[in-house]
């Protein structure tokens, strides 16, 4: 009987290796998040990181961007955009230019979208008698707030596209010392199928009453 047992010892081992095995097999992505080589938030460009950087800059000043950060090496700057009176979105650009060999440098950028929607709370009056207690007043207001609901990376190339060529176009200015380029003010705003729309419908919120003592 013991020689039998250990006869099933190495048996029982080899079937829970491969039991891990298998499991570990199986791929799962917790993060839905893809590194794959791709171009559209990179290029390369035969110009210091700095001088880059400062293109990007004019690229996005020209398009009606708000610039909230600067450093010579990086950037971030915001634009505001409503559809109508209850949809509301930012989209903003970070930039970050680092050197490579012999003068050149490589400009990351990225842009992100944050999602707004407008919120209604309603406020009603209270008044408080001492003997039948607090009494809710037919009186009130409603007040309209923008909250925000959402962010997410902006991933369409035709965006990215766009705004490296423009920034080239900067760049190629600066060093033939020509004008600076004219483009169309919306050359950096995203069409309807680069960008998420919020909700169309506004989000309540639960009625706020104001006491007042007795």
Known sequence: ?????SGLRPALALGAVLLVAG???????????AFDDTTTFTR??????????????????SQAYIITNATPQTLAA?????????????IEFNITCVPD???????????????????????SASVGVSVLGTLSMPIGSSDDSLVKIGS????????YDRFYGLLEDYLMADAIGQPEPAKAPDTLNPS????????????????????GGD
Request: charged share 20%; net charge positive; aromatic share 6%.
């Open 1 to 5: 009987m013991p020689l039998l047992f």
């Open 23 to 33: 499991c570990a097999s199986k791929n799962v992505d917790l993060a839905h998040e």
């Open 44 to 61: 390369n460009y035969a110009a210091s990181p700095e001088k880059a950087c400062e293109a990007a800059r004019r690229a996005l000043l």
């Open 78 to 90: 915001r634009k505001h955009f409503q559809q109508d009176r209850e949809q509301h979105y930012e």
């Open 101 to 123: 060999r012999a003068g050149s440098s490589t400009v990351f950028a990225n842009a992100v979208q944050q999602l707004y929607t407008l919120r209604k709370t309603n406020t």
């Open 152 to 159: 997410l990376t902006l991933t369409k190339p035709g965006l």
């Open 192 to 211: 309807a199928s680069e960008a998420a729309q919020p909700p169309t419908q506004p989000v309540p919120a639960p009625s706020q009453s104001l006491k």
